[in-house]
Every structure is written in structure tokens, then in C-alpha cells.
């Protein structure tokens, strides 16, 4: 179920708490059911959630401060560009420079070029400080918790008794160190975000507790916690060095293996704690594209077609978009905040079909740029690349993005990979399973994609588009 999201004002982006938690509760009651299962049956629950969508609230009294906000939330817009273009920024950058220049040592390299997007909680947790006074009264007097969606969950799973995330979810709000594993203090110092609020990083893969037994009628283990693209990629069973997920969901996710190594490199590509279990720590480097189902679901909501299913057969049934180009901007851009989306190129005869290619098109182009990122900037042998996500079931965007990449893509039998993911780390903490080799034998894969024409012929058509996007409007 979508929990519906709420827009107070221009820009901003909310989550109600409680509807969220009724809808999550709901959910679960309804798949135990639906399994003709009982709740005492269930050895172990696995949560996997959003990132980047935060909450803060009262630790005496349980009571929020705020909705959730999500991380396509634009309130911190103004801060994340002051901060950018800051002097001070620029000082960080020249010493973390001159000490990674100095040392050899990775940890410094991310900082020598750090950037703040509005897509991170750290930016907007800033603005919660500087604008509710109740948070910032309650953190002085160390009463103020933070959490992402999974730790609010964990929190009312079990009444209060149980404050804690896990790695993958804390390296994903921009405000946790992934080489040192901790929060960042300096960071903290900074934006003025008071240190006291963050919980404690538990293992992905972990015994967290038990659930109230007042809302199953009886206690269930919390087994696992672990962010959606993170849980997609070990749902995906990518658990070797090189190997690939791409999720094509609401937005784009390509994520690598890098095994125990943690890349840092300049410009679209960010470092991720993938997963820690026991002594075990996955780090992945993460590259990520915006309006991919979001496109495709406004489109949908315009009556450009009727079903989702139609979309391929409609792209397909042309030759080409006939010049039109689709400038995505619907959702917040990691690089400019302030970009919108449009069509460049159409004429008389633009017809539904060329508006539908066109976005298509747009998805498989920015596949290929980021894919040629990845392999230009990831220095480990690339392996195999498995889609998930609603996207993914588009056989256009498949096909072709095979083509420009010229690679095999596998997908799988079921594209919801966060969930299965979750189910994968909570089976392994309690015991059900006892490695991954079990996991890899439940894969099941529903069709592989291999490129069937040559990626320059694709060349007149990303050229115009490239073109666009270069000349694209802004607010």
C-alpha cells in the first residue's frame, strides 16, 4: 500500500506518522491471512523501508514533533545551496585535498569534494532545528530522538522499549560515516544538529527485539532492518564484488558490489554501507536517476494511456519519437533543486505514442550515462546486472537499455526485491536459512535481455536528447 503523501506547501513533502504505522500494521495482518498462516507461525519479521524520509520525536513521551519528512522534500533547497556555494565548503574541500594527497588514504577523499543534496535527511534535519523550536528545546535537554522509518518503526513495534537502526539505513541519510561507522560529529557541528539524537547502528541482520505482544496478539522477532535499495540488492542475491542491481522504481537505483572495499568518487556516484552481518561489512557505491516510475505514473494520471502495460507496445509501435525529447524534472535533482521537467521537439504531429517513447527513451539514456560512470569510475571487474523494481517489467526500457550498455540484464521472476531481500536477512538471523548459498537456489529468473542492436544506433536519437538536456528550462 502507497502511503499518501502530503504537500503543506509548495515544495514540501510529508508522511503522516500514524497513517503510516496503521497502513504498516494493516499490511502485515493482511499477508499473514492471505498465507493462511497464524501469528504465532512467524519466526521472524524483516523490515525493509525508504531512506532518507525521516521524523523526530519527544523520547519521554513518544509524541512527534513533525510529519515524516520525505527525502523528496525541497524545504532545505535555500540551505543546501548557500552551503555549496560557501566559502567554507571550499576551505573543507582544499584540506581534505591536501590530507587524502598526503596520506593515500580513501577516508579523506569523499569530504575533499562533498556536496550537499536535498535529497539527504542531513540538510533538512538542519532546518528542523532552526525552525521547530520544540526539537530543538527537547534536544538540549537530551529528549529529542531521531529516526529514519525503520527505527520510528522498531520504536512503536515495541512500545518504546527498542531505539535502534541498522548500517544500511544510517549511511543513507548523509550524516553517518561510512569508514569509521559512526555519526559524524563534525559534520553534526556544522549544520548545529545536536549529536544526542541519533540512535544506536545495530547489525542488517540482527535480533532487535520482540514486538509488543498487544499488536499481534503475540511477540514476534525483529530479525532484520535494512534500507530498500540495499535489501533490493541482497533480495537480487548480488553478494559478490561487481555484481549489479538496477532498481527502477519510483526513481533509479544502480548500486555495485565493492566487497570490503568503500569507493569514493567525485561526482555521481556516493558510497553506501550495503549490509553488516557479524563481522561481515558490503559496501556499495550507489549512482541514482530521478523520474523513472514517477514519469511514467504522471503520464498515466494525464491519460497519455490507460494501463502501464500499454506503454511498451506504444513505444514499440513507432520507429523512432520523431525528435521529441523527454527533460525529466519532476522530481528533486540531486544537482539543481530548481530543475522541471518538459518535452523539447514537438511538432504538429506529436501523438501520445511519441510522448510515451520519449519518456522511455529518457529512462534508457540515463541508464547509459550512469552505467558508463560506473564502469569509468568503479575499479573492480563488473559482473552480472540484474533489474528489479515496476520498471523493470517494461520490456522497452529493457531491451533497449541492453542495447546502449551492451550487456546482458537478467530480471527476475518477482521485481519486488526490497521486501524479499528483508525476508532473505530476517530468515538468516533466526536460523531458517543458514547461508546464501540456500538464497542463491531460490532465485528465479523470468527473462534475460541482451543487446540486439548496436548501441550507435541509438547515437542521432541520444544525441538530440543529450542537446535538450543541456538547453533544458528552469523555474
Not at 585535498?97 to 535527511?121: E, I, K, M
Request: glycine share 6%; hydrophobic share 40%; proline share 5%.
Amino acid at each position: 500500500k502507497q502511503v499518501e503523501s502530503l504537500y503543506p506547501c509548495p515544495g514540501w513533502v510529508e508522511l503522516d506518522p500514524e497513517v503510516l504505522w496503521s497502513q504498516f500494521i494493516g499490511v502485515i495482518k493482511e499477508a499473514v491471512q492471505a498465507a493462511g498462516l497464524h501469528m504465532r507461525q512467524i519466526a521472524g519479521l524483516g523490515i525493509s523501508t525508504q531512506r532518507g524520509t525521516f521524523i523526530t520525536w519527544h523520547k519521554r513521551t513518544g509524541k512527534p514533533f513533525h510529519n515524516f519528512i520525505s527525502w523528496q522534500d525541497l524545504r532545505s533547497a535555500e540551505l543546501v545551496n548557500s552551503w555549496n556555494n560557501s566559502l567554507l565548503l571550499k576551505v573543507i574541500h582544499v584540506i581534505f585535498t591536501v590530507l587524502h594527497f598526503l596520506t593515500g588514504n580513501d577516508r579523506y577523499l569523499a569530504p575533499s569534494f562533498l556536496t550537499f543534496s536535498t535529497h539527504q535527511a542531513s540538510m533538512k534535519l538542519s532546518w528542523v532545528f532552526k525552525n521547530i523550536r520544540e526539537a530543538e528545546e527537547a534536544a538540549k535537554k537530551n529528549n529529542c530522538c531521531f529516526g529514519t522509518v525503520d527505527t520510528w518503526l522498531l520504536y512503536r513495534l515495541t512500545k518504546g522499549s527498542v531505539y535502534a537502526t541498522d548500517y544500511s539505513n544510517a549511511s543513507s541519510t548523509g550524516i553517518f560515516e561510512p569508514f569509521t561507522k559512526c555519526w559524524n560529529p563534525t559534520l553534526c557541528n556544522l549544520l548545529s544538529i545536536p549529536v544526542s539524537i541519533y540512535p544506536p547502528v545495530r547489525d542488517t541482520s540482527f535480533n532487535f527485539g520482540s514486538t509488543d505482544s498487544e499488536i499481534f496478539g503475540v511477540p514476534i522477532p525483529i530479525m532484520a532492518v535494512v534500507a530498500d535499495q540495499q535489501s533490493a540488492m541482497f533480495g537480487e542475491c548480488c553478494f559478490h564484488p561487481g555484481d549489479i542491481k538496477l532498481t527502477m522504481g519510483t526513481g533509479g537505483f544502480w548500486n555495485v558490489n565493492t566487497g570490503d572495499h568503500l569507493f569514493a568518487a567525485r561526482g555521481s556516484l556516493y558510497p553506501l554501507i550495503g549490509w553488516k552481518i557479524g563481522e561481515e561489512v558490503v559496501y556499495l557505491t550507489e549512482g541514482s536517476i530521478s523520474d523513472v516510475g514517477t514519469a511514467i505514473k504522471w503520464a498515466l494520471d494525464i491519460e497519455l494511456f490507460t494501463n502501464v502495460d500499454e506503454t511498451t507496445e506504444m513505444a514499440q509501435s513507432i520507429a523512432d519519437s520523431q525528435g521529441v525529447c523527454f527533460i525529466p524534472g519532476l522530481q528533486v535533482s540531486g544537482d539543481d533543486p530548481y530543475l522541471c521537467a518538459s518535452f523539447v521537439g514537438l511538432k504538429p504531429s506529436t501523438n501520445r505514442n511519441h510522448l510515451v517513447r520519449a519518456i522511455l527513451e529518457s529512462v534508457a539514456f540515463r541508464n547509459k550515462l550512469l552505467y558508463d560512470i560506473i564502469v569509468k569510475k568503479v575499479h573492480i571487474p563488473l559482473r552480472t546486472i540484474r533489474a528489479d523494481g515496476g520498471v523493470s517489467n517494461n520490456s522497452f526500457v529493457m531491451q533497449m537499455t541492453s542495447d546502449l550498455i551492451n550487456k546482458k540484464i537478467e530480471k527476475p521472476a518477482n521485481t519486488e526485491m526490497s521486501s524479499l531481500g528483508a525476508a532473505f536477512l530476517a530468515g538468516l538471523a533466526s536460523g531458517f536459512w543458514t547461508d546464501k548459498k540456500q538464497l542463491k537456489k531460490l532465485r528465479r529468473i523470468e527473462a534475460v535481455f541482451e543487446p540486439q542492436k548496436d548501441s550507435e544506433e541509438y547515437r542521432p536519437a541520444m544525441d538530440a536528447w543529450l542537446q535538450a538536456m543541456k538547453h533544458s528550462p528552469h523555474r
